[in-house]
């Protein structure tokens, strides 16, 4: 059977059957309206206390980010408008709190389920895990009792809830497998997390799996086996057995230098996007954070930071790098990043309108006080400057005005900072990309930002998935771009950098070597595998190959191209070996 991998890894266990009961709510009509109100309002609170355990459990088990689900599900019960809506239902037309609550939350349930958005559709999934665990209480009934678990176990459920993943004993399960679910789903996202392997999206498994059924579940190509003959299960033993030889081989990339076979020398940092992050970044050994998005900062909040809150989150990221470069992005609002207390008014195409460093310079005092922040952390490690979304060289300009502005006040209020602070932009518009020769005059190194400068010069807005076949990085047209970034960076003696998601792409890495890339930033769990691939490359080799991939004339024949140089062994980049080299 197949279904979409959501978490890579391969477990191969033992069935272990999740089927709730479906609580079935009849309409039923009451008399004793206080009465009713006051089950209602006793079974909220038992919920919030076992949300609240739950909470407890995530936050000391896997993190806070992924413990703010839970957060949000008590903040959903806290909700006065939502609960009076509840309760206003039990007092106009006389029926059951189970009714009530059931019926008021459809109308939520719908609404998120109709949401073109995947992110958005799936916290429908999110209103069905508060309101069956209501239910469950209101009604008396267990909710799924997952202490009969036994170890080796793969959880085969129509859908699991994010609490219930997060009651899940990582020594115990090897894998999950649901029927329903999507990649962003919050049970995915911990899945992931948690390393478990899990694949989402089999309709009807559970009519052919029973417990302790033998299964394999390969998180990677979404495919499950249950009662696997020998011939398979050797294949699959096999394969976890190359996966886990890889882990280790990997981990004794730790500590090595990011150097080609031919002695060049490329640097591997981490995106990150709140302090919290770093801890990851450390753990796979980034040499250095390559893009903070500082704009996390200033999101879900109802007021602006105030310079101390940013300079003390700044500082943080510093002291924990330990004098490693950490490049800090000034503010990128607006798009599908809101912030609420800065005006940024609805716009038929938000992606080309009024965002980044287009609402810094309309509200300098917040940029200037943003700056102000950065500048006064700058004594605590090596920081670096970025301005996001930069399309001409006067918005560049007026930038560094507000940046030298910063500077002045800091002068005169006595505080020190590193007056020579590098300053660098994003390359993600193609204006800035054709004028890059232009722009490097003015700065001290470029990021380029591929998630932007394919949605711009493909004209595809990233967000769309029906257009996602033209949403592509191996694109010759992004390639030939990002060719003549870093030429003329470097004949304008300043350092490029990749800070988009093309930068962790394993199949791209040895072309962006190959054109001169000197910095490369992806998400932290990729730095391992990519520094091996450095390792094992050379730089002579790949100049050859990113010459190929300029001349090729689809996305297609880029990708092919590189999967048949580095061999696609399903589960390695190890057996590869360059047609070039050696
Ligand atoms: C980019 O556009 O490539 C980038 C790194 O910025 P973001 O994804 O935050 O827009
Ligand atoms: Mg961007």
New binding site residues.
């Given amino acids: 059977m197949k279904g979409l991998g959501v978490s890579q890894g391969i477990g191969i266990g033992k069935a272990f059957v999740i089927k709730k009961r479906e609580l079935n709510v009849e309409i039923t009509h009451i008399n004793d309206v206080d009465a009713e109100i006051k089950r209602l309002n006793t079974a909220i609170n038992l919920s919030k206390d076992q949300i609240n355990n739950i909470y407890l459990k995530t936050l000391k088990e896997i993190g806070e980010k992924e413990a703010q689900i839970f957060k949000s599900h008590e903040m959903m019960l806290e909700d006065e408008a939502f609960i009076n809506e509840i309760k206003e239902k039990i007092k106009s037309e006389k029926v059951s709190a189970e009714y009530a609550i059931k019926e008021i939350a459809n109308i939520y349930i719908n609404m998120f389920d109709n949401i073109k958005d995947d992110y958005l559709r799936e916290r429908a999934d999110d209103v069905k895990d508060i309101i069956g665990r209501v239910l469950h209480n209101l009604l008396g009934v267990q909710t799924t009792d997952f202490s009969k678990m036994k170890e080796n176990s793969i959880i085969v459920a129509k859908d699991l809830t994010p609490s219930d993943t997060a009651q899940l004993d990582r020594n115990k399960v090897l894998a999950m497998i649901t029927e329903m679910g999507g990649k962003t789903s919050h049970a995915a996202i911990m899945a992931r997390i948690m390393g478990i392997p899990t694949v989402v999206g089999i309709e009807g498994i559970l009519d052919f799996v029973h417990n302790n059924d033998n299964i394999i579940c390969d998180g990677k190509t979404g495919k499950v086996i249950i009662n696997p003959n020998k011939k398979q299960l050797k294949y699959y033993i096999q394969k976890k057995l190359n996966e886990e030889k890889i882990n280790n081989e990997l981990k004794k990339q730790t500590g090595l230098p990011s150097i080609t076979k031919d002695n060049y020398k490329v640097e591997l940092f981490s995106?990150i996007s709140t302090p919290k992050d770093v801890a990851t970044v450390l753990e796979n050994d980034a040499e250095g954070i390559g893009?903070f998005?500082s704009e996390f900062i200033f999101m879900n909040r109802d007021c602006q930071p105030t310079e101390d809150e940013q300079f003390e989150q700044y500082k943080e990221v510093l002291e924990k790098m330990n004098n490693k470069p950490v490049i800090i992005?000034t503010m990128?609002i607006g798009a599908d990043k809101e912030v609420p207390y800065i005006d940024i008014p609805k716009e038929i195409n938000p992606f080309l309108g009024y965002r980044a460093i287009r609402v810094c310079l309309v509200n300098v005092d917040v940029f200037r006080t943003q700056l102000r922040a950065i500048l006064r952390a700058s004594v605590f490690g090596n920081v670096k400057i970025m301005f996001?979304m930069i399309s001409t060289m006067k918005e560049l300009k007026d930038a560094k005005i507000v940046l030298e502005e910063a500077k002045q006040e800091l002068k005169k209020e006595g505080i020190l900072f590193d007056d020579n602070i590098e300053v660098g932009i994003?390359i993600?518009i193609p204006s800035a990309a054709i004028t890059s020769d232009q722009l490097a005059k003015e700065v001290d190194f470029f990021s380029?930002?591929?998630?932007?400068?394919i949605q711009y010069t493909m004209a595809v807005d990233r967000m769309n998935s029906k257009l996602s076949h033209l949403y592509s990085q191996y694109h010759p047209a992004l390639l030939r771009l990002i060719n003549n970034v870093i030429t003329n960076a470097h004949n304008a003696g300043i350092w490029v950098g990749m800070?988009?998601?093309a930068a962790g792409d394993f199949k791209l890495i040895p072309v962006f070597l190959g054109m001169g890339l000197d910095e490369f930033s992806m998400n932290a769990p990729s730095i391992l595998r990519a520094r091996y691939i450095i390792r094992n490359l050379k730089k002579k080799d790949m100049e050859n190959i990113a010459e190929e991939t300029l001349n090729l004339e689809t996305a297609l024949d880029v990708e092919n191209y590189l999967s048949n140089l580095f061999a696609e062994e399903e589960d390695s980049h190890f057996n590869r070996r360059s047609k070039g080299s050696n």
């Fill in positions: 995106n893009l998005r992005r990128d996001p994003m993600e380029i930002g591929t998630n932007d400068l800070c988009g998601e």
